[in-house]
């Protein structure tokens, strides 16, 4: 039992390298060690453990499955049903934080390569570019969209609607991205097409604790809500807690101190202190660029300290969510989700194209704009 859960740990070499990574920038930035747990943002750390255990309880109890299969057989072909949940996890992600979108859709996708043959990485990795497109567009899509509209005085309207244009956009070229890389094939359903058990007293459970958590995440008593959830696994089924990968929590800590060890390079601050003179197309490379490395929820923070929360700086940090793995926490989420070493390498291959295509259509978007 301990060794299922020191196993994720001793395997996950993407925490071993941002833990060689946080060594070498903490011989490079200035060693304060007591800042680092001021460095992690617990909200979120709190809000994934809460969701990563609700979520492994829905999948425990057997109920993916069964909605899978539902799902499924609706669809004739491939093509549709990829067309089908990649739109399902970009309007999730209008109205949910994106990470949560991940949570519902992913696992849910995974339960399809137990009924068809479908190319579920594929499926996967288009689902994450998805909930980056699509949590463009309003104001609670995704963290870095609520920390502009806080500080753009925008009322929820007049942010989504001088967001519309890029997301529409960007959401519009993903389908038919994904038109072309999902074949018009027939699915072809496995032979042991039986009928699945699941256990609705877990389910039930799992909504009650999903709307306690929720409610105590409003009230700002995460902490209280993640305990009611963890003691609630607890007593009625501690298969889920143990079944988890808790390694990802990590990840994220060890990433947020990497990242505020970033910020904290001379180098960098040095390089930060002209900002304010850059031109368009300049500030406008630059949100996209931070947001590569360090993510852009927090090159948000960091250029919210120089700039003003301008319609330029959103799209620059929205599209910096494409590209590389680090440029947003979704990719990670759902990468980790596939648990599959494979897919860390294919996200890229359409990940960057759609990085480029997205800045060419934003920087377009946005010298519009300033001619209107």
Known sequence: MLLNLVRPFARDRFLHLLLIVGVILSFIAPFQPQRWVHAIDWHTIITLAGLMMLTKGVELSGYFDVLGRRMVKRFDNERTLALFLVSAAALLSTFLINDVALFIIVPLTITLKKLCAIPINRLIIFEALAVNAGSMLTPIGNPQNILLWGRSGLSFGAFTWQMAPIALAIMLSLLVLCWFCFPNKKLVYHAHDKRHDWQPRLVLSCVAFYVIFIVALELKLEIWGLA?????????????????????????????????????????????????????????????????????????????????????????????????????????????????????????????????????????????????
Do not use: C, E
């Open 228 to 372: 009611v959830v963890a003691v609630g696994f607890l007593l009625l089924a501690r298969r889920v807690l143990l079944s988890i990968d808790w390694s990802l929590l990590l990840v994220f800590m060890v990433m947020f101190i990497d990242v505020y060890l970033i910020t904290q390079l001379p180098v960098l601050q040095h390089a930060l202190a002209g900002i304010n003179q850059l031109s368009t197309g300049g500030l406008f490379a630059l949100g996209i660029g931070l947001s590569q490395f360090i993510s852009n929820v927090p090159s948000t923070i960091l250029l919210l300290n120089y700039v003003p929360a301008s319609v330029l700086l959103a799209f620059a940090v929205n599209i910096g969510g494409f590209g590389l793995l680090p440029g947003s926490l979704a990719n990670l989420i759902a990468l980790r989700m596939a648990n599959d070493r494979r897919i860390w390498i294919r996200f890229h291959y359409y990940s960057l194209p759609m990085l480029l295509w997205a800045a060419a259509l934003g920087y377009g978007l946005l010298l519009l704009l300033k001619q209107i």
